[in-house]
Each structure stands twice: as C-alpha cells, then as structure tokens.
C-alpha cells in the first residue's frame, strides 16, 4: 500500500457519515480494538492520561471520546473531587460510555463536536483526544478548539495513530493494518464499516507534521514520543500564557 504524496490537513469524509459509521461499530469497538492491538491500547491510553499531569481534584476534556476509555482513566487521576466531561459526535458511542462509567461520579459524556466544544475558554486543566483527531475535518482547528479549552499553561495530549518512520516497516504496517482491521471486525459482523478506519490515515500527517500543527494551532512546548513501534504516537503541548516559562 504506497504512502500517498499529499499530506491532508482534515478527514474528507463527511461529519455526519463518520458519526453514522461510528454509532453502527459502538458496541463491537472495545472487542475489535483490544484484538486488533493485542490489549496495547489499554497501555496507550493509560501513558496519555499520565502526560496530562492532572492530579487529585483537577479537571478535564476528553474530546471524541469514544466508548470513555480514556476518560475513565483520566477521571481516576482526579478523582472523585475532580471532573472529566467526555464528547463525542456519534451518540451510540456516548451512550455506551454511559452505561459502561455512568457510576463514576467525578465523569459525565455529552453528544458534541470537537471543532466547536460545547464549553467556555478555559475551563479545563487538561483537553485529550485519542485516536480521534484523524477523524477531524480540520485538525488544525481541532487542536486549536482543544487549546481553546484548557486554562494558560494546561496541557492537550494527543494520542493517536501514526506511520512508523523505517520506510520498510511503515509499508509493512499499513499494508497489514489495511487488512487486518476489516478482518477482525468482520467476525464481528463490521467488516464494511472498518474498512473506513485504514483509509482514514491515508495522508494523515506523520508524527513530525502533526507537532508542526499543534505549533500552528497556538500550542507551546509541543513534543511527541512514538509508542507500539511507531505505529501511534502520543503528543503533549501547553496553551499558552501564564504558567508557561518565556510566554
Ligand atoms: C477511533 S474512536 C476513538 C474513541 C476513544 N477516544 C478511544 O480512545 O477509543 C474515534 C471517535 O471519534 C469520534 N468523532 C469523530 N469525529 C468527531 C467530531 N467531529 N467530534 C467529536 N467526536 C468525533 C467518533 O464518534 C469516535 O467515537
């Protein structure tokens, strides 16, 4: 599968079909992700909810937030004093963050857009998005949504996946990424729908780019480390203002 030349600054597939697509694969996505990373995402979402550095008490956005996985991971760092309030497009996929975290009281979802977040400048410690931004229309404007968010000097943690740099093991990757996704999913019944999730990285921007973005987007102090042998990779930066050295 050749990388394609042109790297995209946003999902071309509609908002409405990617909510639809999403709302069908809701209860089947824990099962087919776990498999598909032999239980790796577990591991990823637990270091993304480390580098937001919230402690005990503290707050937090996790935007397109899927089933609550990494939610719920951040709410354990605040605990029950804190708040973490999860957002995701597709309604099937809040509602079964509901039913599988609705007793966790420091944690709510809501239906809502991660290019327009329903929440005032500011209210956030922390904003998080794993594995959604490449979703995004605009992700430049997803991260600058995310900044938005978060108080001067909060963090914005992205987790996502990624194209290994080694040209050898990047083809590798994505040849059998292209396969395997649809595969597993269809003993589940999903094959179809996830043939959408490797064409979604089709020019999504590499780890690189994508830290260029977030500069772009107002972020300061950006970095990034790859995890699962450069197939995701977890980015950090900071809102700017008070509380950030030399701003
Ligand atoms: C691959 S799932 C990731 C879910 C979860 N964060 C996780 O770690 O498993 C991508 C999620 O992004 C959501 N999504 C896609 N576009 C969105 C948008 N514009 N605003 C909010 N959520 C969106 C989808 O509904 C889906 O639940």
């Known amino acids: 599968m050749p990388r394609p030349k042109e ?11 990617v909510a639809a697509m999403f709302d069908s694969i809701a209860p089947v996505y824990d099962r087919v992700n776990t498999l598909m990373t032999a239980g790796g995402d577990g591991r990823w979402r637990r270091l993304a909810a480390d580098a937001t550095g919230l402690e005990s008490g503290g707050s937090a956005i996790d935007v397109a937030c899927g089933t609550g996985k990494l939610s719920s991971a951040l709410a354990e760092r605040v605990g029950p004093f804190g708040r973490v309030v999860g957002v995701d497009l597709a309604p099937g996929m809040v509602a079964a963050a509901q039913q599988a975290y609705g007793d966790i009281v420091q944690l709510s979802f809501q239906v809502g857009n991660a290019l327009s977040l329903p929440c005032a400048d500011g209210e956030f410690d922390s904003a998080t998005i794993g594995f959604g931004l490449r979703n995004l229309a605009d992700f430049e404007a997803g991260f600058r949504e995310l900044a938005r968010a978060v108080r001067p000097g909060g963090r914005v943690v992205c987790l996502e996946l990624s194209l290994p740099p080694q040209r050898g093991w990047g083809w590798l990757f994505r040849s059998s990424f292209g396969r395997l996704a649809p595969l597993v999913a269809s003993a589940f019944g999903h094959g179809r729908e996830y043939r959408y999730l490797p064409t979604s990285l089709d020019g999504f921007p590499d780890a690189a780019t ?15 480390r790859r995890l699962g042998l450069g197939a995701v990779a977890l980015h950090v930066g ?3 203002g008070i509380g950030v050295p030399g701003r």
């Open 210 to 224: 994508l830290a260029a973005t977030m500069r772009s987007a107002g972020l300061v102090d950006v970095s990034f």
């Open 238 to 240: 900071r809102a700017p």
């Open 7 to 17: 790297t995209r600054q946003g999902n071309p597939v509609p908002e409405a079909d």
